[in-house]
């Protein structure tokens, strides 16, 4: 018998499967820098603006290290980088406008979204590949700290949470989707 493990047809191999991983999160890190970006153009000087600039400076560092992960391993980025620029920057603005609750709120949602995603992730690789599974569990502490924070914050006193909150995870499974495949 052969130790090469079989795949239907269409299936990604192990290295597309690596490649498919360091996109979307790259991804998601520069959607989550926009979100970032969007609620403090419109919250700037408030008060809720301290600890939302701390998160971005966090996610810009995310962002720095999956770059550099993929120009080191020569991964392309997703072709919907464009559109994550833009829905990243008005859902981060939206949120904000509707006050500082809810662009908590959209930290929830997207964090308990990037949690499971980071999970999900950490558990595929195990020990295949120590340098991304470290970053992918470096980045997924943060995100729960942020998570945790935006809820201390009073997101979920938010009205019409559930539906908000709802709407930006939706959204936020459709970018990972979309972002490995394209």
Request: hydrophobic share 40%.
């Amino acid at each position: 018998m052969s130790d090469i493990p079989r795949r239907l047809p269409g299936e990604p191999t192990r290295d597309e499967e690596t490649s498919r991983m360091i996109r979307v999160d790259q991804a998601g890190e520069y959607g989550a820098v926009r979100i970032y970006e969007g609620q403090l153009a419109v919250l700037g000087a408030r008060a809720s603006g301290v600890p939302i600039r701390r998160m971005a400076a966090q996610e810009a560092t995310h962002l720095e290290k999956f770059d550099r992960l993929m120009t080191g391993r020569r991964v392309r980025p997703t072709l919907l980088s464009p559109v994550w620029h833009m829905a990243g920057f008005a859902l981060g603005a939206a949120t904000a406008l509707m006050g500082e609750k809810a662009a908590m709120a959209c930290t929830v949602a997207v964090e308990e979204v990037i949690d499971e995603h980071y999970a999900r992730q950490a558990e595929r690789l195990a020990d295949e590949d120590p340098e991304l599974s470290g970053l992918i569990e470096e980045c997924r502490a943060e995100e729960v700290e942020h998570k945790q924070e935006a809820e201390s914050l009073g997101a979920r006193e938010t009205p019409g949470y559930p539906l908000l909150s709802g709407a930006i995870k939706a959204g936020s499974r459709l970018a990972i989707w979309l972002s490995s495949r394209v």
